[in-house]
């Protein structure tokens, strides 16, 4: 299977959960990782903030209700959660400040620099690490908050047998990418990172371009 090909089912597995995920959350609220994400990206009161695999737009909506002058964008791969973001932002009667499209992150292409980029729970559902953290690179961003499940061992066993059935079945499969590969990317990218939350599943990391990288840059 190629790569278009296994973009499409992804983005077509998330049309059809979209619906779901969105009455979830409204009912139930923002995880604990996303208040987590929200309350960091928004302590430095940024000017915007990306959202990257924006899902049904409420962590954005978050970012609104705490930083209501912070310009949001979201985009996501799939149609379906776009038009139910639209939707969720239109029921709380916000619309200035907010871009919501349907567009790959690998190709998106801002002319406009952001100063926060976040992406909650998204490297899991997209096997190119590596491409997605140079995107937010390429968008000079202050931060990047990412939250990806921890790579435990059985869940990477669990995968692997999975994988094929998967690849069969021209399925959505989750991925697991190894914290170290992620952290020393972005400090050959000049990002100093820590961790600002775990639990048994998920791990918040926060990504903060350092001061010797922003000189080199002005
Ligand atoms: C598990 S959902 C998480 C949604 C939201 N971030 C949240 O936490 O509620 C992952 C989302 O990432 C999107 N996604 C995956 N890969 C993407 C990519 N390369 N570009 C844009 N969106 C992507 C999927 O379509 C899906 O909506």
């Not at 049309?15 to 208040?35: F, N, T, V, Y």
């Not at 908050?145 to 921890?150: G, Q």
């Not at 972005?186 to 010797?212: P, V």
């Amino acid at each position: 299977m190629n790569k278009t090909t296994k973009d499409q089912t992804i983005s077509r597995f998330f049309d059809r959960e979209s619906k779901r995920m969105s009455d979830r959350q409204k009912s139930s609220g923002l995880p604990i990782s996303a208040m987590k994400h929200v309350n960091y990206l928004v302590e430095s009161n940024p000017k915007s903030v990306l959202d990257v695999g924006c899902g049904p737009g409420t962590l954005l909506m978050e970012v609104k209700n705490k930083s209501p002058k912070t310009k949001v964008i979201g985009i996501d791969l799939s149609t379906s959660m776009i038009n139910e973001a639209s939707e969720n932002f239109k029921e709380m009667g916000i619309s200035e400040g907010v871009d919501l499209k349907v567009v790959n992150f690998k190709n998106f292409n801002d002319a406009e620099s952001v100063d926060g980029v976040s992406m909650h729970r998204v490297l899991c559902c997209y096997p190119d690490r590596e491409t997605l953290m140079n995107k937010c690179v390429s968008l000079n961003a202050e931060e990047i908050v990412v939250t990806l499940p921890r790579p435990w061992l059985f869940l990477r066993v669990l995968l692997k047998l999975f994988s094929p059935i998967a690849a069969l079945t021209n399925s959505f499969r989750p991925y697991l990418h190894r914290i170290d590969d992620l952290t020393n990317q972005m400090k050959s990218k000049g990002y100093e990172w820590e961790t600002i939350d775990q639990s048994r599943f998920w791990m918040t990391l926060a990504f903060k371009r350092s001061s010797s990288s922003k000189s080199l840059n002005e």
